[in-house]
């Protein structure tokens, strides 16, 4: 009986909503209302007042707190790990700069050894290209 109250109901919405189809709802309504006491339909309806809900304190259920709980240790694990390989990834970034910097220092320090070696100008400027004769050596140009 329920249903037929929420469908007339519905029904009365829609005859106030939109006057043109007043005639329709009002033919509808009386067609599920056949064979139905008005006495009964009023009772039911009263019944099926809402009750207020009270959000103001809701106890979640066993499952649902131990499944938060579960969720809040998977972060808290996976944030522990980013940050062991955040600390990891630095380290080692660090590691490895100083190691392109021992690799660049070394090659300055030779092209330095070369400048002296070939008794180059050291006041001048020097691009090193490969050697035109096609040998594949080096060659210090004077700019």
């Not at 070394?106 to 004769?133: H, I, V, W």
Request: net charge negative.
């Amino acid at each position: 009986m329920s249903v037929l109250n929420k469908l007339l109901g519905m029904l009365d919405e829609l005859k106030e909503e939109n006057p043109e189809l007043a005639n329709k709802a009002l033919l509808a309504a009386e067609t599920l209302k056949s064979g139905v006491d008005p006495e009964d339909l009023e009772e039911e309806w009263e019944e099926e007042a809402e009750e207020e809900f009270d959000d103001s304190y809701i106890v979640i259920s066993e499952e649902h707190t131990n499944e938060f709980f579960d969720g809040s240790k998977k972060l808290e694990s996976k944030l522990s790990e980013y940050g062991v390989y955040m600390r990891d990834h630095e380290v080692k970034k660090v590691l490895l700069l100083e190691e392109i910097e021992q690799v660049r220092s070394g090659n300055e320090n030779f092209l330095q050894y070369l400048r002296e070696k070939y008794s180059l100008d050291p006041n001048a400027g020097y691009t090193l290209e490969l050697d035109e004769e096609g040998s594949g050596n080096l060659a210090f140009v004077k700019q």
